[in-house]
């Protein structure tokens, strides 16, 4: 599977975003998504993730403002940032998981800047 993550850019604090990552090459529906970010310095942390069957997670710190959803039609996971904060500054990364057999991908990240 190969990503590629798109979307991110400079908003201002309180704007919002939308954060594509497309998927090529074998059967995305059969995937587990995520989208992950981190900052320098730091450990990347789960913001946002989708099983197969649509069922959401996400982080703390991003409930009630991020939404994670999928097109399993277009191969693309989808994450929408609203309110955003200038904490939420990092380079988002998409990741793709098939659990039972272990395999485990990761596009090359999108940067988001909240500027405040």
């Known amino acids: 599977v190969q990503l590629q993550a798109s979307g991110g850019g400079l908003v201002q604090t309180g704007g919002s975003l939308r954060l594509s990552c497309a998927a090529s090459g074998s059967t995305f529906s059969s995937y587990a998504m995520g989208w992950y970010r981190q900052v320098p310095g730091k450990q990347r942390e789960l913001v946002a993730s989708i099983d197969i069957d649509g069922s959401t997670t996400s982080s703390d710190s991003v409930k009630g403002r991020f939404t994670i959803s999928r097109d399993n039609a277009k191969s693309t996971v989808y994450l929408q940032m609203n309110s955003l904060k200038p904490e939420d500054t990092a380079v988002y990364h998409c990741?793709?998981?098939?659990?039972?057999?272990?395999?485990?991908?990761w596009g090359q990240g999108t940067l988001v800047t909240v500027s405040s």
């Open positions: 990741r793709a998981a098939l659990v039972a057999l272990g395999w485990d991908y």
